[in-house]
């Protein structure tokens, strides 16, 4: 397994060079991190808190640790110091939660709002009128301690290519609608986190600005 070969290799294909790169490192060992590290790779993700809390001292300061999982509430304060970004805030129950950990250590913690749009039942997720009705809760303007950067969605997981590009359609549909809201200042809407290994090139047509590429890289779960 060339981890450097292969991430030249995904780089090349990239049709958006600005487009960040997060390596899913989720259950490879801290010598493949270190190799891709070496690479020039500094975004990493995983998707277990205690896979992250363990890998995170063994690393360089540098690197910027990215929460892909699905992120249980009484998780958070454990990442809540050093996490770079947390992908997955699929209710506004972790929401809160993950402010009032930030409140805590007095930091603002950025975040990135998962939305539903593939068809399968099995992703998690807000749909728009859960999202719409956040919105305009009144508690949501009590949010100091979180940044909503951006939203995140994974797609069916299917060869249709069609229905793929359609539900990250959908999904930067709905992002470019909500920055023409007029929004509390902590959701700054910069990001929109969709694609993965099999869908990244769709993804990244259709205006992703952040790919979460793991077996391409690190190769097959071993």
């Known amino acids: 397994m060339d981890i450097k070969a292969n991430l030249e290799a995904v ?129 949501f303007l009590n949010l100091t301690h979180v940044t909503i950067q951006g939203l995140m969605g994974m797609a069916t997981f299917t060869e249709n290519t069609d229905q793929v590009r359609k539900e990250f359609r959908g999904l930067k549909a709905l992002f470019e609608e909500l920055k023409s809201r007029q929004l509390p200042s902590f959701v700054q809407l910069k990001d929109i986190s969709m694609g993965m290994s099999g869908d990244y090139l769709i993804a990244q047509e259709e205006g992703s600005t952040m790919v979460r590429i793991g077996s391409a890289i690190f190769g097959g779960r071993g």
């Open 11 to 139: 780089k090349k294909t990239f049709n958006n060079q600005n487009c960040l790169l997060v390596a899913v490192s989720k259950t490879k060992p801290l010598e493949d991190l270190k190799v891709a590290y070496a690479a020039g790779i500094r975004d990493f993700g995983e998707n277990k808190v205690q896979e992250l809390q363990a890998k995170q001292p063994e690393m360089p300061a540098d690197v910027n640790w990215h929460m892909i999982g699905h992120l249980q509430s009484n998780k958070v304060k454990y990442i809540a110091p050093f996490v770079h970004l947390i992908h997955g805030v699929d209710s506004f129950k972790l929401l809160r939660e993950i402010n009032k950990q930030g409140k805590k250590i007095e930091r603002k913690i950025p975040v990135l709002l998962q939305m539903h749009i593939a068809e399968e039942e099995s992703k998690f997720g807000f749909d728009a009128a859960e999202l719409n009705e956040m919105l305009s809760n009144p508690d």
